[in-house]
């Protein structure tokens, strides 16, 4: 049972441009939704998070804009550079008294091209 | 200061045979969870431990157990391994809080397992 599915499964964007990558979740009972980045041959590594009750976070270049009503998030990144070229994943968690089980999605393959 | 560190990084192994991986978390850190990565795929979580004891469990069969001790390090033991097993095992630590639900993980490099 897939319960983030994320979209697109790989995005080619040029140097300078936005890349936007969607996500939606099945769960109501998600109360944090974190992106991670993920370069060959490492691990995930937290890049952005937000809690349902905001609309859109903001952190240098990137941004995630959650729609709780249609159970939707997406991460925009601006101005896009090669250096973001990686595989981004969004994920949702929900807290049990204090344990985390995070639920990640699929996963989109980014490549920025100059 | 050390991140997560994961030992070995590359294992072999044939079906039925057993395997245990390693994991150091973060200084400071005293919970670690444990995902299974499957290529071209996302993470997927097999379990969480502190306090020595295992507190969640995602969905995974009775082969796949793991430990922590009492220095916070976890190690992770699959049984009767299965082609299908093949994977890189990520380990990822936090810090407890009680009632909290948006502590931050961090992620080691994984531990790429092939079975053949």
């Known amino acids: 049972q897939q319960q983030v599915k994320q979209s697109p499964q790989s995005l080619i964007v040029q140097k300078g441009g936005i890349s936007i990558i969607n996500c939606a979740y099945e769960?109501?009972?998600?109360?944090?939704f974190p992106w991670y980045q993920q370069f060959p041959g490492k691990g995930p590594a937290l890049l952005i998070a937000?809690?349902?009750?905001?609309s859109e976070k903001k952190e240098g270049r990137f941004t995630i804009s959650f729609n709780k009503s249609a159970k939707q998030f997406s991460l925009h990144i601006m101005d896009s550079q090669p250096g973001d070229s990686a595989t981004y994943f969004c994920a949702a968690s929900k807290g049990t008294g204090g344990y985390q089980k995070v639920t990640f999605g699929t996963g989109t393959k980014l490549q920025v091209i100059p | 200061d050390a991140g997560v560190t994961q030992s070995p990084t590359h294992l072999i192994k044939t079906r039925g045979q057993q395997v245990t991986l390693r994991c150091s978390p973060k200084?400071?850190?005293?919970?670690v969870s444990w995902y299974q990565q499957a290529l071209g795929q996302g993470p997927q979580f097999i379990f969480q431990y502190y306090e020595e004891e295992e507190r969640q469990r995602g969905n995974f069969p009775d082969r796949f157990s793991g430990h922590q001790f009492p220095n916070y390090s976890s190690e992770l033991n699959v049984n009767a391994l299965l082609l299908g097993d093949s994977a890189l095992y990520l380990c990822?630590?936090?810090?407890?809080?009680?009632?909290?639900?948006?502590?931050?993980?961090?992620f080691g490099s994984g531990t790429q397992l092939s079975v053949l």
């Open positions: 990822a630590s936090s810090l407890y809080v009680y009632q909290a639900t948006n502590e931050k993980l961090f």
């Open positions: 200084s400071g850190h005293d919970t």
């Open positions: 769960n109501t009972a998600f109360d944090y």
């Open positions: 937000i809690r349902p009750d905001v």
